[in-house]
């Protein structure tokens, strides 16, 4: 059973298309993130739900928005892609401190 | 605020020999640590957790970190490297009460045969 699922694993698109990963978790999680990690393997979070709430918002463009449709699910959605957008995307999910990450979403942006 | 410095960007040891990834923390309250690894083209997954239990921790596939609040560290160790320990390693500092993790720079082990 997988507990950190994403989708699509692999997604390769132009400049200025809208595109969206999915993310769920059938941990019984509260807490969902999303995380950029760049072509230097550096990981940033994005942002964090708790209940459907967003809890964490960092700066990030507002071409990225995030969307919880209920506390298994945060989807990202992201408008008008650009180049510097290229980066692996993961989901994580947490009850407490310790978070599990699902396996990817390698975005490509040409 | 809280950050997290990892001392080296890559490491490289020969197999059967120890291994030493260092990392180093700043937080204002009493911080949760974590090592995770990821091997290539993969997600990453939790080696080992401190928190505010036994300083010395031991994670899967025989690593083990201490933590040293003294020194502010909290080195990953090995006693054997293993081929199949190549991969990149992030250390991560999450306090208590948040939800957020920082992480390291990441430490590329790299193990010669």
């Known amino acids: 059973d997988t507990a950190v699922s994403q989708t699509p694993k692999y997604l390769v698109t132009q400049m200025g298309n809208d595109k969206s990963i999915k993310c769920e978790q059938n941990l019984g999680h509260d807490t969902m993130y999303w995380y950029k990690q760049d072509s230097k393997k550096f990981l940033k979070i994005m942002f964090s739900?708790?209940?459907?709430?967003?809890?964490i918002n960092e700066t990030v463009p507002n071409r990225f928005s995030p969307k919880s449709p209920d506390k298994a699910h945060l989807n990202l959605h992201i408008n008008s892609l650009e180049l510097g957008d290229s980066a692996v995307y993961f989901c994580?999910?947490?009850?407490?401190?310790?978070?599990?990450f699902g396996p990817g979403t390698r975005l490509t942006v040409t | 605020a809280q950050s997290v410095t990892q001392l080296d960007s890559h490491v490289s040891v020969s197999e059967g020999t120890p291994v030493l990834l260092r990392c180093n923390y700043s937080s204002s309250y009493s911080p949760s640590l974590f090592w995770y690894v990821q091997h290539p083209n993969k997600g990453l997954q939790l080696l080992l957790k401190y928190t505010s239990a036994a300083t010395l921790v031991k994670g899967i596939n025989g690593f083990e970190a201490e933590f040293k609040k003294s020194e502010t560290s909290f080195h990953l160790t090995k006693p054997s490297a293993h081929m199949s320990d190549a991969a990149e390693y992030f250390c991560?500092?999450?306090?208590?009460?948040?939800?957020?993790?920082?992480f390291g720079t990441g430490t590329r082990l790299k193990v010669l045969a």
């Open positions: 991560v500092v999450s306090d208590m009460g948040t939800y957020k993790y920082i």
């Open positions: 994580a999910s947490s009850l407490g401190y310790e978070q599990y």
């Open positions: 739900y708790n209940n459907k709430e967003l809890i």
